[in-house]
């Protein structure tokens, strides 16, 4: 009681509350998520909850602090609040050297922007190389069904799995409801697009984009990249290891098999890091009729060293990871302009004669995570290269095509019906 009668009755000024709640404050600067400043002041990513804790209950008392409504958006300027590592303010999370990766299992949340994931084996730029993606074995397997799912409009859902170089992972799977085609129904991989490891669940987000091909008749399969949720291993990023393509190219050899799917009609969709996955995986397996990407990170390896930029000029911070993919391809073989054979090995645009099919591109003209350049040069090399493709450019719409979605979709729809669903 005596303590109630204190906290009520003496009230701190402001700035000694936010002492007593903050054992050090940060100012945001470019290229910070909550994940990145968490591991770099708490040792661990996954403990962002515990900064959105302390920083709104110093902006309670002290206005100089960032009033931090979302965990998905951070101003540069911000200051945040970092609180003592064994804070009660959130549920304990046990600081883990910055070394450590984060379980897939373990919440966390940050900015939908590239690299708030933290790598934790050597860098082997050779793996890199489409040669090395088509000497992998993706074989034959099934698909397991581990968990029903509410079901949606016309079509039911499940948590489903399968093995990627020994590690399980899983993804959200949807079947449209009713006897399937003779042959099976038509199937597509559904890449999405980068999330924080720590913070991706499988059935959050994308749900409209899910929706959108499942409700029109396809099978969906929207794997969890390793690390993710729950699937197994480490997540070190797309653009400086095979992993996540691996990890797709395997799903689609699951997809292949499934007893409800036509294998000789798989389609592809990738989002932003998705649609990198999605073109590397196109120019491997044959099989993969037609693709669809949204604002995708497809441009040629040297494009990215030095066309991937944001509007202040900062590169994007999947540029400036704690292993910084991007200095040790330059450290370890050199500039392109040293070594365009090696880069051009790594890069999928340049083996764009192997396409397994016709493209659809679609990008904002007001992205500011992904240049709609990079669509557009794309289109460009595809024509070069005598393949089929359209390109849709929609002026100043966002990453996510928030404007123009329906009609996105409805495209989108409407290529993979001619190409997969009623494809000979």
């Given amino acids: 009681m005596a303590l109630a009668v204190l906290l009520v009755g003496v009230v701190p000024p402001a700035p000694l ?5 903050c054992a050090q404050t940060v100012m945001v600067q470019a290229g910070d998520t909550l994940s990145t400043i968490a591991a770099r002041t708490l040792g661990n990513a996954a403990a962002y909850d515990r900064i959105v804790a302390a920083t709104r209950a110093a902006a309670a008392t002290d206005s100089s602090f960032a009033s931090i409504t979302s965990a998905d958006r951070l101003t540069i300027g911000w200051k945040l ?4 590592a064994d804070t009660s303010l959130s549920p304990a999370v046990t600081p883990v050297p910055a070394s450590t990766p984060v379980p897939a299992s373990t919440p966390a949340a940050a900015a939908e922007t590239e690299g708030a994931w ?3 084996e050597p860098f082997d730029g050779e793996a890199l190389t489409i040669a090395y993606l088509r000497r992998q074995r993706y074989p034959d397997q099934q698909l397991l069904l581990m968990q029903e799912l509410a079901p949606g409009t016309n079509y039911d859902r499940y948590i489903a799995s399968y093995l990627s170089e020994g590690l399980r992972i899983e993804g959200l799977l949807t079947v449209p409801q009713g006897t399937p085609p003779v042959t099976g129904w038509p199937v597509i991989i559904f890449n999405h697009g980068y999330i924080p490891p720590a913070v991706y669940r499988t059935t959050e ?22 690390g993710h949720a729950f699937s197994e291993g480490t997540a070190r990023g797309a653009y400086g290891y095979p992993d996540y393509t691996v990890d797709v190219l395997n799903a689609t050899a699951a997809l292949k098999n499934y007893p409800a799917a036509d294998p000789n ?4 969709w990738g989002h932003s890091m998705g649609g990198y996955i999605t073109l590397r995986a196109m120019v491997v397996d044959p099989d993969i009729r037609a693709g669809v990407i949204w604002a995708g990170v497809v441009a040629s390896y040297p494009d990215l060293l030095t066309r991937w930029r944001r509007p202040n000029n900062q590169p994007p911070p999947s540029l400036s990871m704690a292993r910084r993919w991007r200095t040790q391809l330059q450290e370890t073989y050199g500039t392109p302009e040293e070594n ?29 995570s992904v240049p709609y350049e990079f669509s557009t040069t794309l289109a460009d090399q595809l024509e070069l290269a005598g393949q089929a493709s359209e390109v849709f450019i929609y002026t100043a719409d966002d990453h996510n095509l928030s404007q123009g979605f329906s009609q996105a979709m409805a495209r989108s729809v409407a290529f993979f019906d001619e190409h997969v669903k009623n494809s000979e």
Avoid: W
């Fill in 81 to 84: 609040c970092i609180p003592a």
């Fill in 265 to 268: 009609r798989i389609g592809m």
């Fill in 118 to 120: 933290i790598e934790a």
């Fill in 17 to 21: 509350m936010a002492q007593a709640v």
């Fill in 205 to 226: 987000r994308y749900g409209a984009y899910v929706d959108g091909f499942a409700r029109n008749g396809y099978i969906v399969y929207r794997p969890d990249y390793r």
């Fill in 340 to 368: 365009p054979d090696f880069y051009a090995s790594i890069s999928a645009n340049s083996f764009l004669n192997d396409l397994s099919g016709p493209l659809q591109l679609h990008h904002g003209t007001a992205d500011t």
